[in-house]
């Protein structure tokens, strides 16, 4: 079974509009780490944001919010004000247990384009 | 600002040859990852390390080897490499106390097998 699914192939936004990239998980630990990527076109890997599952409140850095919906086990990413470079690949990941000694698993990613 | 660095870049190599693909980083970091991804596709986890002396196999490790023998160098080796092998191989670290660091990757290698 997927452990990170996303479910958006491939997404389209104006510029300066919001989009929302959806993300589920699956796990059973009640201790676990989100994390979102992005990746240009020049393949590079650029971390955006993080999610603790104990965390009260949903993370934020500068324009990426996390919608972290525990009941759900969903975890959406939000790029408010989209700007043409935000064009990319965006990947979903997940750490279980809650320890900082497993490897990152991902999702399949969803290509986000912006319109001008 | 992460350092990381994968050398080559870019690969074009026939098949059966063996090859290393080169990996360091400078942030004393203990975890190390090899991660492999087709063109537009989900990562997938080869082989990663605790520390020095430490390596651990993931899903698609049937193939290749790494070593940890200093903390900032992880190689990753094919020993016969195949068509099949045709992909990007990213190297990743993380620091070793912190339960929500975040991988920091390199800029990949590359690689295509003819």
């Known amino acids: 079974a997927q452990k990170i699914t996303q479910t958006q192939p491939g997404m389209f936004v104006q510029e300066k509009e919001a989009v929302t990239l959806d993300c589920t998980y699956d796990?059973?630990?009640?201790?676990?780490?989100l994390f979102w990527y992005k990746q240009p076109s020049s393949g590079e890997m650029i971390f955006l944001i993080y999610?603790?599952?104990?965390?009260?409140q949903n993370a934020t850095e500068g324009r990426y919010s996390l919608n972290f919906q525990k009941a759900r086990k969903s975890a959406n990413l939000v790029i408010s004000a989209s700007q043409l470079g935000d064009s990319a690949m965006y990947f979903c990941?997940?750490?279980?247990?809650?320890?900082?000694?497993?490897?990152?698993?991902f999702g399949k990613g969803t290509r986000l384009s912006v319109i001008a | 600002e992460a350092d990381i660095y994968q050398t080559p870049r870019y690969l074009v190599i026939g098949t059966g040859k063996k090859i290393t693909l080169e990996c360091s980083q400078t942030?004393?970091?203990?975890?190390m990852y090899w991660y492999q991804q087709d063109p537009g596709m989900e990562l997938h986890l080869i082989h990663y390390?605790?520390?020095?002396?430490?390596?651990e196999k993931g899903d698609l490790s049937s193939e290749s080897t790494v070593s940890r023998i200093r903390t900032e160098h992880f190689p990753l080796t094919l020993e016969s490499a195949r068509p099949s092998h045709t992909s990007q191989y990213l190297c990743?670290?993380?620091?070793?106390?912190?339960?929500?660091?975040?991988?920091?990757f390199g800029n990949g290698t590359r690689l295509t097998v003819t």
């Open positions: 796990t059973s630990d009640q201790s676990y780490g």
């Open positions: 999610q603790g599952s104990y965390d009260e």
């Open positions: 942030m004393g970091h203990d975890k």
């Open positions: 390390s605790y520390g020095v002396n430490s390596t």
């Open positions: 990941a997940m750490r279980e247990p809650y320890s900082g000694n497993t490897p990152l698993v």
């Open positions: 990743a670290s993380s620091e070793g106390t912190s339960t929500n660091s975040p991988l920091h």
